[in-house]
Nanobody, 114 residues
Framework: DVQLQASGGGWVQPGGALRLSCVASGFPFGNNAIYWLRQAPGEELDWVSVTSINGATRYKDSVKGRFTVTRDNAKNTLWLQMTSLKPEDTAVYYC????????RGQGTQVTVSS
């Protein structure tokens, strides 16, 4: 079974930081680009970043300079370091192999509020 499990979310005040993890299994992780997606309350699933197999990452404009993705293909793991968090970053975060999130697993809730 393909599994992409996001974790590491929580509550943080505006300006704070969190580090999310995505652990994958059931497919050749090193041969796949991986997306971070998020879904805010009442909103559609939205693309946050895409990381190529060599680690190069493109980011949604609103998170550029604040979010950083790293990946370790040997560990089948991708991390999303989020800094300078804003209330509008509040969402359930997922990782997936495609921007539609068709194979996303259980996400992790990130709440940014004072």
């Amino acid at each position: 079974d393909v599994q992409l499990q996001a974790s590491g979310g929580g509550w943080v005040q505006p300006g704070g930081a969190l580090r999310l993890s995505c652990v994958a299994s059931g497919f050749p992780f090193g041969n796949n680009a991986i997306y971070w997606l998020r879904q805010a309350p009442g909103e559609e699933l939205d693309w946050v970043s895409v990381t190529s197999i060599n680690g190069a990452t493109r980011y949604k404009d609103s998170v550029k300079g604040r979010f950083t993705v790293t990946r370790d293909n040997a560990k089948n793991t991708l991390w999303l370091q989020m800094t300078s968090l804003k209330p509008e970053d509040t969402a359930v975060y997922y990782c997936a192999r495609n921007p539609m999130g068709l194979d996303r697993g259980q996400g992790t809730q990130v709440t940014v509020s004072s």
